[in-house]
């Protein structure tokens, strides 16, 4: 079964700083979706960005970036120029890639939650 | 821009009673998901729906659980008889007409089982 891992509970950020979130998962398929998603307190989850496993370029989405290390089965996260609304809970998630039948669930790590100091 | 509600916020509700949690999906949205996060711990898939049955279901959707589209907007989550640890954010989640599609969640509710 497919799991991910989140190592880090709590991460602290500088306003302006670069902080960088760590994922790690496992999976012995070799095609397969991996999601950052964006928590804010009482909100809903937001995705921040999306990595398919058989793109060697790592995604950006304006400040933010992954850093996908597919042998190393890791996929962190990083944020640059920090801003006080990113302060939330970071989910990382992995997808299975469906070829149809089935429609595929997310998995998720237990989340990291980011706070951002002005 | 379109958006996942759910209804009601916030659950209270006594051990061994059934509710019923509301979701509106986006309007053209066709696979329907839910999920939970007891406090603490991982989001957790429970159940994935589309065309009007259900797709896959974790092993926490047991027969306490089931789900209904009731008309062309709503998507509930009905727990018969609840349990102290069915106390968790409920997640209701859409995604449009292919697979693939990225999942977009609604705010939540949070249950509370007495």
């Known amino acids: 079964a497919q799991t991910v891992t989140q190592s880090q509970p709590e991460m602290s950020v500088q306003e302006a700083e670069t902080v960088t979130l760590s994922c790690t998962y496992d999976?012995?398929?070799?095609?397969?979706?991996l999601f950052w998603y964006k928590q804010p307190p009482s909100r809903q989850m937001i995705l921040v960005i999306r990595?398919?496993?058989?793109?060697?370029q790592n995604a950006t989405e304006n400040r933010f970036s992954v850093n996908f290390q597919k042998a190393a089965k890791s996929f962190s996260l990083k944020i640059s120029d920090s801003q006080l609304g990113d302060a939330a809970m970071y989910f990382c998630?992995?997808?299975?890639?469906?070829?149809?039948?089935?429609?595929?669930?997310?998995?998720f790590g237990k989340g990291t939650k980011l706070s951002v100091k002005p | 821009e379109p958006e996942v509600t759910q209804t009601p916020s916030h659950q209270v509700t006594q051990m061994g009673q059934e509710v019923i949690l509301r979701c509106v999906p986006i309007?053209?949205?066709?696979?329907f998901y839910w999920y939970r996060q007891i406090l603490g711990q991982k989001v957790e898939f429970l159940v994935s729906?589309?065309?009007?049955?259900?797709?896959?279901k974790s092993e926490i959707f047991d027969d306490q659980f089931s789900v209904e589209r009731p008309d062309g907007s709503n998507f509930t989550l009905k727990i018969r008889s609840t349990k102290l640890e069915d106390s968790a954010m409920y997640f209701c989640?859409?995604?449009?007409?292919?697979?693939?599609?990225?999942?977009?969640f609604g705010p939540g509710t949070r249950l509370t089982v007495l």
């Open positions: 729906f589309y065309n009007n049955e259900i797709s896959e």
């Open positions: 998630a992995y997808r299975r890639k469906m070829s149809g039948g089935s429609q595929g669930n997310l998995i």
């Open positions: 999976t012995s398929e070799s095609d397969y979706y």
């Open positions: 989640a859409s995604s449009e007409t292919t697979w693939n599609n990225e999942q977009f």
């Open positions: 990595q398919e496993a058989y793109k060697q």
């Open positions: 309007s053209n949205h066709l696979y």
